[in-house]
């Protein structure tokens, strides 16, 4: 198991939690129907099944937080309205972390039991990455602010060891790619959990 030190204070955790949620929420506010098949950075999702896995998650930190089954939705997800889906998701989970006094201690997952500490910053992480993903799928700006980068950055950095890293399409985390020395801290964060950022 990760030791949970190292992953920061609760109100700076949870406050860059609401801002990654929040950045993301703003390419899926330009996501439609039109753009539930095209392909994503991540090799096995298109976009309507990206979205369903980043529900997901969401799903599955609020279902741990609560002490309460988790349960998996499916690709309906998408359909309708998706920024109503996800802002829903999103809000669920926000209350849930909030709930908790501090972020000792630890959550079961489906996976297995992990830092609740880790556990915030892996579903910020997460949703943060993916909301790249989306926006590059759809054609949308891919920059993201520089200090959400930074922190994702050196959280992944910390966490992902070489042996989590798989060359293959269903690789939660792909080969580090090259980026150049220059490279802006959002190619340098997607360049590291394995994306090419051109």
Not at 154 to 164: A, D, H, K
Request: proline share 7%.
């Amino acid at each position: 198991m990760i030791p949970a030190s190292g992953y920061g204070r609760r109100m700076d955790t949870l406050e860059t939690m609401e801002r990654c949620y929040r950045q993301t929420q703003s390419v899926v506010d330009a996501l439609t129907s039109e753009h539930a098949d095209l392909p994503t950075p991540c090799p096995l999702f298109d976009v309507r099944a990206l979205f369903v896995h980043v529900i997901g998650v969401l799903d599955m930190f609020t279902a741990a937080l609560q002490d309460v089954p988790y349960a998996a939705r499916g690709g309906e997800v998408f359909d309708g309205d998706p920024l109503a889906t996800y802002r829903a998701a999103v809000d669920a989970n926000l209350v849930a972390w909030r709930a908790r006094e501090n972020l000792d201690g630890t959550i079961t997952l489906p996976f297995g039991t992990i830092p609740a500490a880790m556990g915030a910053r892996l579903s910020t992480v997460d949703v943060l990455v993916h909301g790249w993903d989306f926006a590059r799928a759809s054609g949308q700006s891919t920059a993201l602010p520089d200090d959400l980068a930074a922190d994702a950055l050196g959280f992944v950095q910390q966490m992902l060891r070489p042996e989590m890293r798989k060359d293959t399409p269903d690789a939660s985390f792909g080969l580090e790619v090259d980026v150049p020395a220059d490279a802006s801290i959002t190619d340098r964060l997607v360049a590291f959990v394995g994306r090419s950022p051109s």
